[in-house]
């Protein structure tokens, strides 16, 4: 056969590829990873007794729009490092914004109280469990997401697989949020931010080898 009648071959019944595909299905994956994650943490460790509480809800919110936060401009990204030269339309920068709020308003909680509390502040009670949770629940969130972003076609493996790890950790704090009972401020930035910062480094080292075409 000769060139130009495979390549006539090939390009017969060739169908547009719908350019949304991947969006909607990583959509669909995180949903799902929410969904999984809360199930683990809620099997694994149960929820926090006091959620009826007006002072518990109150925290649960803030730790909830922090992970929010970071989960909606993270998949975001994702959604574009998932087609093919996504990294060149992305300012990754955004996603520091929640890391940069919390830290601020953690500041400010620890210059407004007694320098004695600064340390039960930052290490809380749960320093531990949230130190070693949070990365454990985000395992079947990442590798959902994951999953997902292979349905496109990834240039920059590291980067996906880093902001794969950041959706996965943000949706893990998620979960965790409804379990843990360490409200402080400080605890939230250095605790959640640090784990989930964790995630977005494991993303980054496991993307390559996870991502390859």
Partial sequence: MKTDDLVALLSTSLEPVDPKAVVRTLYVAIAA???AALGIAFAGLG????????RALIYLTIKL??????????????????HPGGERKISPLLVAV?????????????????????????????WLECLLSIPVIAIVPFAISIWA?????PTNPSRAGAFAGLVAGGVSAMAYALHCTDDALPFIAVWYGGTIVLCTLAGAALGPRLLRW
Wanted: net charge neutral; glycine share 8%.
């Fill in 65 to 82: 729009t922090f992970a929010i936060g970071i989960v909606g401009l993270s998949l975001v990204y994702l959604t574009r490092l998932a």
């Fill in 149 to 153: 972003v292979r349905k496109g076609a």
């Fill in 47 to 54: 929820f926090r007794p006091d959620l009826t509480t007006t």
């Fill in 98 to 126: 929640p890391f940069l709020i919390v830290a601020v308003l953690a500041a400010i909680s620890l210059g407004s109280a007694p320098q004695s509390h600064w340390e039960s502040m930052i290490v809380g009670d749960e």
């Fill in 33 to 35: 990873a929410a969904i």
